[in-house]
């Protein structure tokens, strides 16, 4: 299984807002030879680390590609910078984030790549919506399923699907 994570939490050039931007986005990706599986809820989370930024838009998706990890990586930045992504400091604002979080639960530490994603067991944005598309999806590294590691999620990180109060 590959998993890629979406966020937005500023709307793209010609877009009204960060989830018509995510959504666009996964319009594109079967145009680079990324075909969708699954998709989950798109959710809405608080930044982390918090801040005054807006709330992310988030989902994840299980694709199928016959792309290598890293050729993969490339296609998806690119993806972003379409979309308006401005690299700069850590944590800022997004038009659009795709994060690979896994490959076919491979293990991969190169300066460019880390594979799985380091933080994807820490954060909420990914656990949660990982869940609903694949609940016993095992870490590579940690041995642990999505739900266990969402379960051992300290309190925090505020999140909630779209469109519910």
């Known amino acids: 299984m590959i998993l890629i994570g979406i966020g937005s939490n500023l709307a793209g050039p010609g877009y009204d807002s960060p989830l018509q931007t995510a959504a666009a986005a996964l319009q594109e990706l079967p145009k680079i030879s ?15 680390p918090a801040s005054e930024q807006p709330w992310f838009v988030n989902a994840v998706i299980a694709v199928r590609t016959e792309l290598g990890p890293e050729p993969l990586l490339d ?5 972003e910078t379409r979309f308006g992504r401005a690299r700069g400091e850590p944590n800022a604002a997004r038009t659009l984030d795709l994060d690979l979080l896994d490959y076919q639960g491979r293990l991969c530490a190169t300066p460019r790549l880390l594979l799985p994603h380091p933080r994807l067991h820490e954060r909420r944005f990914v656990l949660a919506p990982l869940c609903e598309i694949a609940p016993r999806w095992r870490h590579p590294r940690l041995g642990r399923t999505a739900e266990e590691l969402l379960a051992s999620l300290p309190a925090g990180q505020p999140i909630r699907v779209f469109g519910e109060t």
């Open 34 to 48: 990324i075909e969708v599986m699954r998709r989950s809820q798109w959710h809405l989370s608080e930044p982390v």
């Open 75 to 79: 296609r998806l930045l690119a993806v």
